[in-house]
């Protein structure tokens, strides 16, 4: 089934809420966009970042991180995920910079039936920019209490 279905009479939209709320920095608004079970796949941790509380967390972090993040561009289809399963599926390209490191980067999202967000990968280039940017989130994610500090 599609993302197209209807949510209580409504299409289900959740690619343009989404980058709606990252645009305003809303964390509440991403909140009800998320499957309870989702998995994000970052670009600086083998290791996905599992269930929403978590994955909340992150995104806390990485609104307080990212300077000047703007979408630039979308495209729609479908994929396969990290499970081999196909759902529907949305590219979010986007700039961004972390300090001095302007990162150019996409958010593929993966929809369930009814229209949650259920996995999530980012990928972010150049490599300077994967460095900075983990290093700033490992400090965010450390002083937020969501991971111990390596150092310790």
């Known amino acids: 089934m599609s993302i197209h279905q209807y949510d209580k009479g409504e299409p289900v939209d959740t ?6 709320a990252v645009d305003a920095r809303d ?3 991403i909140e009800p966009l998320l499957a309870p079970g989702i998995r994000l796949l970052s670009p600086v941790t ?3 970042f599992e269930g929403k509380d978590m994955v909340l967390g992150l995104f806390k972090v990485l609104l307080r991180t990212f300077e000047d ?8 289809g479908q994929a396969r995920t990290s499970d081999d399963l196909t759902t529907d599926s949305h590219v979010l390209l986007f700039q961004a910079r972390v300090g001095d490191k302007k990162i150019h980067g ?11 967000i259920t ?7 150049p490599r300077s ?23 310790r």
């Open 46 to 48: 083998f290791t996905p």
């Open 129 to 151: 920019a994967v460095h900075a940017l983990g290093e700033a989130v490992l400090a965010g994610l450390v002083a937020d209490g969501l991971v111990p500090d390596p150092e």
């Open 106 to 116: 996409i958010d593929l999202l993966h929809l369930d039936e009814h229209g949650l």
């Open 119 to 125: 996995e999530m990968t980012v990928m972010v280039r």
């Open 69 to 76: 993040f703007h979408y630039i561009g979308e495209h729609t």
């Open 15 to 20: 690619p343009r809420r989404f980058r709606a």
């Open 27 to 29: 964390l509440e608004a």
